[in-house]
């Protein structure tokens, strides 16, 4: 079973800061890789998907990479506002028998402090 | 477009009662699939379908039943619920074979 590690499980920042929450994971074979964001008692948003062919997607001050040999994701968030407060969440997506299926780590939960 | 709708929002039922959980995309998309989300495990997959009349099992499928008789709607069944099915019940869709996923607001189930 392919395995998706998301650390630090938490994380606080002051508004304005720039941040980077990382994703890894095994077996650097994988289709594309996505990332979401989840608010409090809601569904997951998707964010940026990055195909396996692109080592980054950028969506306003957002920027997510991919290093598949070294088998990281990176989501860069700039200038952080109290908004972006959410956790944060990736999904590995691989290649199956009669389908593709994501892998989720278990997230990033973000905290921006006024 | 609504995207992604599913009801109920909330549930609560006794064990070994059944329901169905709806879900339904307006998008055309061909992949649905059905998660569960417990603190600490993670999002799981339970079933997906690639296409009406197509269906097959996820990493946790036991306990619950699918079917796609349309491309807009992929219910969940729960055969006989158990509290180990109290948990958070999302559904996703996405258009071709490995395209971005949308997410529905979730079904949170408590089995008492």
């Known amino acids: 079973k392919q395995e998706v590690t998301q650390i630090p499980a938490a994380l606080s920042v002051p508004e304005g800061e720039n941040l980077v929450l990382n994703c890894s994971f095994t077996d650097s074979a994988i289709y594309n890789l996505q990332w979401f964001r989840q608010d409090p008692g809601k569904g997951l948003t998707s964010l940026l998907l990055?195909?396996?062919?692109?080592r980054e997607q950028t969506s306003g001050r957002l920027n997510a990479s991919l290093d598949k040999s070294s088998g990281r994701s990176t989501l860069y968030i700039a200038a952080s506002q109290p908004g972006d407060s959410a956790t944060y969440l990736c999904a590995r997506v691989d290649a199956g028998a009669g389908s593709y299926q994501l892998t989720f780590g278990k997230g990033t939960k973000l905290s921006v402090i006024p | 477009n609504a995207g992604v709708t599913q009801t109920p929002k909330f549930q609560v039922l006794k064990t070994g009662q059944s329901m169905t959980l709806q879900c339904a995309q307006d998008?055309?998309?061909?992949?649905m699939s059905w998660y569960r989300q417990d603190p600490g495990m993670g999002l799981r997959l339970i079933h997906y379908s690639v296409g009406a009349g197509i269906t097959d099992q996820g990493e946790v499928p036991n306990g619950y039943n699918v079917s796609r008789s349309t491309t807009e709607d992929f219910p969940l069944r729960l055969l006989s619920a158990a509290p180990s099915q109290t948990s958070v019940y999302f559904c996703?869709?996405?258009?071709?074979?490995?395209?971005?996923?949308?997410f529905g607001e979730g079904s949170r189930l408590t089995v008492l």
């Open positions: 998008m055309n998309h061909e992949y």
């Open positions: 996703a869709s996405r258009l071709g074979m490995a395209g971005e996923l949308f």
């Open positions: 990055i195909q396996s062919s692109q």
